[in-house]
């Protein structure tokens, strides 16, 4: 399944578009800031693009700048 997303480099800029490829259906979560918690260390990479991460049923979720997904050069 392919999800589409629109984001912006900054505020106020064009919209811009990305595809993400989904192994399951994207699911609405209510978060809260007592859900904050760390990102692993495990993955390198996935925490350059993770601007932020909370708990959710006991795993860590990070949550994805789309700008640093989608511009991101790759090798870089």
Do not use: W
Not at 8 to 23: I, T, V
Request: overall charge negative; charged content about 15%; aromatic content about 6%.
């Amino acid at each position: 399944m392919t999800a589409i997303a629109a984001y912006q480099r900054a505020p106020g800029e064009q919209l811009r578009h990305g595809a993400l490829e989904l192994s399951v259906m994207p699911k609405t979560v209510t978060v809260s800031d007592s859900m904050a918690c760390a990102l692993s260390d495990s993955s390198p990479a996935l925490n350059e693009l993770a601007i932020a991460c909370f708990s959710y049923e006991n795993l860590a979720v990070p949550v994805i700048d789309l700008a640093r997904m989608f511009e991101r050069v790759p090798g870089n």
